[in-house]
């Protein structure tokens, strides 16, 4: 378990999405308010890293917000090969696979 105390995850939380303007944007100050195109009651994405990994609800008790993860995402099944890499570097089986030439 020590080798995860070091681990840095970046958690993001999206709580909707809108498109404007650039000259919008810098038009406003503190305090703006940005309409965005869901409902308090659609769901949140949850990524990891920049990943998709979960999806939530928001829940506010007071004034505390938090999100309850309600479906997590599996990440897609990788076809792997015994000894190949996917990618820069890939490395083919000892003795076969690979092109011998003309």
Do not use: Y
């Not at 308010?33 to 994405?45: F, P």
């Not at 829940?59 to 990788?78: F, M």
């Amino acid at each position: 378990m020590a080798v995860l105390d070091d681990l840095k995850v970046d958690l993001t939380v999206i709580l909707g999405r809108t498109r404007m303007p650039i000259h919008m944007l810098l038009r406003m100050g503190r305090g703006a308010v940005i309409e965005l195109e869901s409902t308090d009651t659609d769901m949140v994405e949850i990524l990891a890293n920049d990943h998709p990994i979960a999806r939530g609800q928001i829940i506010v008790t007071g004034n505390r917000i938090s999100v309850e993860v309600t479906e997590l995402i599996r990440r897609a099944e990788v076809v792997r090969e015994p000894g190949v890499t996917i990618g820069e570097g890939a490395v083919l089986p000892a003795g076969g696979g690979g092109f011998d030439g003309f």
